[in-house]
């Protein structure tokens, strides 16, 4: 049965591609849409006249294209939009797949392309061919991709299509095909698009892969592509993840020695790693270069900056970021859990309480994300008794807690003095399943070294030295701050380890002057 809907696909598809007359356009009109790591990337250019009017219509054909009940044909909206007497154009067409394409309507977006291929509402160019060759590979893999880029009209297999087909098969994790490819348009004479790159270090990020990061920029300087500025952002996210600022700081040094522009992505890296660092100087400077880079209302570095002036404790400004974003047209969910989180994070406790109501009034209490953020809050102020009754309202909401709660809700019962309570949370927690992006991610570690600080002031050497190995891990035991904490366990409990030192060095944390103090004073207690 689906062989042969899969055969109609083909069959119906490759004939739309045939009946359409193809003409070459101008060398100067080709245009990059590549879909890259973190941001949609759209070098879009197009004919003035293929711009959509600017016509007074209440709902655009884009509107239309996603609100199409699941099952109804994509032909239906193109029908109600050119009944009103509105012609499709070009524009039209790159901003509903644009749109599709931020919201994941994969499925809807081949629909679109295979509609304009068929009914050619306008003469396809390379990025209507581009954009069908991504969607087809994304829902139907790399082989039916490779098929469609065969039945392509030739003049249209540039090194747009070729980019293009490199990252679609770069995305399905076929890397030695894209090698290939790539092998292929140097031998065609087709410039590699930087993105390509780009998406090659990502596949090679993890720390198994990493030892191939510089053999790609190699490759990449021996193709005459320059790194982009997304490129140097790519490098330091992957050192700002591994908590290497030293790592971090040398990127960001080839950067500017390339003049290479930082932007407002490149100091949302550079001001987040310095936050999480504790080297909060630092921090607050490069949280004023991404206020002067920042480019119209971008919600994403909003968001950062809210997380960055919680870290700064900040409320002023706090304030005036979360004034501009309720101004948006549309406030995510996301948006107020992290100014829950960061208003909590100074204090102000009564301020991230009037945004969880408002949350609740103007969202749908859907998630477990949702009920953590505010259940963190209460947990790091050690208000255990309004955690747990968020956490009863959780579950009363069909809302399933995850290991997060219970690593909050086990701090929580540490900071009311509830030590029994808390080793039993955290057992509790341990024996749900927790991937490793979470147990990598910051408030994870954040709250896990909290509960080692408490730890460490009661002189638990054992539990301190248990949860200081998820720590070591994720490579946030780098930071100096962390070590001293295990180290002031010891100290509290007595006990003499020589060893301690040593193991600081080798996991790859600086000794500081308080390092050494801890040291000597805990050499009073050798036997």
Same mark, same amino acid.
């Given at each position: 049965?689906?062989?042969?809907?899969?055969?109609?696909?083909?069959?119906?598809?490759?004939?739309?591609?045939?009946?359409?007359?193809?003409?070459?356009?101008?060398?100067?009109?080709?245009?990059?849409?590549?879909?890259?790591?973190?941001?949609?990337?759209?070098?879009?250019?197009?004919?003035?006249?293929?711009?959509?009017?600017?016509?007074?219509?209440?709902?655009?054909?884009?509107?239309?294209?996603?609100?199409?009940?699941?099952?109804?044909?994509?032909?239906?909206?193109?029908?109600?939009?050119?009944?009103?007497?509105?012609?499709?154009?070009?524009?039209?067409?790159?901003?509903?797949?644009?749109?599709?394409?931020?919201?994941?309507?994969?499925?809807?977006?081949?629909?679109?392309?295979?509609?304009?291929?068929?009914?050619?509402?306008?003469?396809?160019?390379?990025?209507?061919?581009?954009?069908?060759?991504?969607?087809?590979?994304?829902?139907?893999?790399?082989?039916?991709?490779?098929?469609?880029?065969?039945?392509?009209?030739?003049?249209?297999?540039?090194?747009?299509?070729?980019?293009?087909?490199?990252?679609?098969?770069?995305?399905?994790?076929?890397?030695?095909?894209?090698?290939?490819?790539?092998?292929?348009?140097?031998?065609?004479?087709?410039?590699?698009?930087?993105?390509?790159?780009?998406?090659?270090?990502?596949?090679?990020?993890?720390?198994?892969?990493?030892?191939?990061?510089?053999?790609?920029?190699?490759?990449?300087?021996?193709?005459?592509?320059?790194?982009?500025?997304?490129?140097?952002?790519?490098?330091?996210?992957?050192?700002?993840?591994?908590?290497?600022?030293?790592?971090?700081?040398?990127?960001?040094?080839?950067?500017?020695?390339?003049?290479?522009?930082?932007?407002?992505?490149?100091?949302?890296?550079?001001?987040?790693?310095?936050?999480?660092?504790?080297?909060?100087?630092?921090?607050?400077?490069?949280?004023?270069?991404?206020?002067?880079?920042?480019?119209?209302?971008?919600?994403?570095?909003?968001?950062?900056?809210?997380?960055?002036?919680?870290?700064?404790?900040?409320?002023?400004?706090?304030?005036?970021?979360?004034?501009?974003?309720?101004?948006?047209?549309?406030?995510?969910?996301?948006?107020?859990?992290?100014?829950?989180?960061?208003?909590?994070?100074?204090?102000?406790?009564?301020?991230?309480?009037?945004?969880?109501?408002?949350?609740?009034?103007?969202?749908?209490?859907?998630?477990?994300?949702?009920?953590?953020?505010?259940?963190?809050?209460?947990?790091?102020?050690?208000?255990?008794?309004?955690? %747990?009754? +968020?956490? /009863?309202? $959780?579950?009363?909401? *069909?809302?399933?807690?995850? !290991?997060? #709660? @219970?690593?909050?809700?086990? &701090?929580?019962?540490?900071?009311?003095?509830?030590?029994?309570?808390?080793?039993?949370?955290?057992?509790?927690?341990?024996?749900?399943?927790?991937?490793?992006?979470?147990?990598?991610?910051?408030?994870?570690?954040?709250?896990?070294?909290?509960?080692?600080?408490?730890?460490?002031?009661?002189?638990?050497?054992?539990?301190?030295?248990?949860?200081?190995?998820?720590?070591?891990?994720?490579?946030?035991?780098?930071?100096?701050?962390?070590?001293?904490?295990?180290?002031?366990?010891?100290?509290?409990?007595?006990?003499?380890? %020589?060893? +301690?030192? /040593?193991? $600081?060095?080798?996991? *790859?944390?600086?000794?500081? !002057?308080? #390092? @050494?103090?801890?040291?000597? &004073?805990?050499?009073?207690?050798?036997?």
């Amino acid at each position: 049965m689906q062989a042969g809907a899969l055969l109609l696909w083909r069959h119906s598809f490759f004939q739309a591609i045939r009946r359409t007359v193809v003409l070459a356009s101008p060398r100067g009109q080709i245009a990059y849409s590549f879909y890259s790591f973190g941001t949609e990337t759209d070098a879009t250019y197009f004919e003035e006249s293929s711009k959509p009017n600017q016509e007074e219509v209440s709902k655009p054909l884009s509107w239309r294209i996603e609100k199409l009940p699941r099952r109804e044909p994509v032909g239906l909206a193109f029908q109600s939009w050119m009944g009103e007497g509105f012609p499709i154009h070009r524009g039209h067409i790159f901003h509903a797949i644009n749109r599709l394409r931020k919201l994941k309507f994969n499925k809807r977006a081949l629909e679109v392309m295979e509609w304009v291929i068929r009914e050619r509402p306008y003469r396809p160019k390379e990025l209507d061919y581009s954009y069908l060759l991504e969607f087809t590979t994304k829902l139907h893999g790399v082989s039916q991709g490779e098929m469609l880029f065969s039945h392509i009209p030739l003049e249209f297999q540039d090194e747009l299509l070729y980019n293009n087909l490199v990252i679609a098969c770069l995305d399905k994790g076929a890397i030695r095909l894209s090698l290939a490819y790539m092998k292929k348009m140097r031998e065609l004479g087709h410039p590699i698009s930087y993105l390509v790159f780009n998406r090659l270090i990502i596949l090679h990020s993890s720390p198994r892969r990493r030892k191939m990061i510089p053999r790609i920029l190699t490759q990449m300087k021996a193709d005459k592509v320059a790194r982009h500025v997304s490129t140097y952002n790519i490098l330091m996210k992957i050192e700002a993840n591994e908590h290497n600022i030293e790592g971090l700081i040398k990127v960001f040094g080839e950067m500017k020695q390339q003049e290479i522009e930082p932007n407002e992505v490149s100091y949302c890296i550079l001001a987040t790693a310095h936050a999480v660092a504790k080297l909060y100087t630092v921090a607050e400077a490069y949280v004023e270069a991404v206020e002067k880079t920042m480019t119209g209302n971008n919600w994403s570095t909003l968001d950062v900056l809210i997380i960055l002036y919680g870290y700064l404790g900040n409320p002023t400004d706090l304030e005036r970021t979360w004034g501009i974003v309720q101004e948006l047209p549309h406030v995510r969910s996301k948006s107020y859990m992290l100014a829950i989180e960061a208003f909590g994070r100074i204090g102000q406790l009564n301020r991230a309480e009037e945004l969880w109501l408002e949350t609740k009034s103007k969202k749908e209490l859907k998630s477990t994300e949702q009920f953590n953020s505010m259940i963190s809050v209460y947990s790091k102020h050690g208000f255990i008794d309004k955690a %747990s009754e +968020l956490f /009863r309202e $959780m579950e009363m909401n *069909g809302c399933k807690a995850n !290991a997060i #709660t @219970y690593r909050n809700l086990a &701090l929580g019962c540490l900071k009311a003095g509830l030590l029994e309570e808390a080793l039993k949370t955290l057992e509790f927690g341990k024996g749900l399943t927790t991937s490793t992006r979470i147990r990598k991610s910051v408030p994870w570690l954040e709250t896990t070294f909290s509960i080692v600080e408490i730890f460490s002031q009661n002189g638990d050497v054992e539990n301190a030295e248990k949860l200081f190995e998820e720590l070591k891990a994720a490579n946030y035991a780098r930071y100096t701050f962390v070590y001293n904490t295990l180290i002031k366990a010891y100290v509290k409990a007595k006990v003499y380890d %020589s060893n +301690l030192l /040593r193991r $600081m060095i080798l996991g *790859g944390a600086r000794p500081d !002057a308080e #390092t @050494y103090s801890l040291m000597k &004073l805990a050499e009073q207690f050798q036997t």
